[in-house]
């Protein structure tokens, strides 16, 4: 059973940086996709980016140039390094993973608070 379990949240100025962690296990890493969403306070989860090999990516509009996703296959984990913080990037950020062939992501871990304050 894919496991995945987030670190690295925590509360940010604007204009800071944090890096969020997820670590999987259950499977071989190597064969999901790996994405990051967020729940913003009375939003809807939304995807934030995702990682579908070395060379495609995908980043919502609004963290385009200031988040960066990548991924360690020694270490069966995936990063969100985000800069140039503003207080819309609140929200829990949720780890997901998925199998290439499929399209819903079904294995998500428990979420990790970002705050960025003014």
């Known amino acids: 059973q894919v496991q995945l379990v987030e670190s690295g949240g925590g509360l940010v100025q604007a204009g800071g940086s944090l890096r969020l962690s997820c670590t999987f296990s259950g499977s071989t890493f190597s064969l999901f996709v790996m994405a990051w969403h967020r729940q913003a306070p009375g939003a809807q989860r939304e995807l934030v980016a995702a990682?579908?090999?070395?060379?495609?990516?995908y980043y919502a509009d609004s963290v385009k140039a200031r988040f960066t996703i990548s991924r360690d296959d020694a270490r069966n984990t995936v990063y969100l390094q985000m800069s140039s913080l503003k207080p819309e990037d609140t929200g829990v950020y949720y780890c997901a993973a998925k199998l290439r062939t499929t399209k819903d992501y079904p294995y998500w871990g428990q979420g990790t608070q970002v705050t960025v304050s003014s």
């Open positions: 990682l579908y090999n070395a060379h495609s990516t």
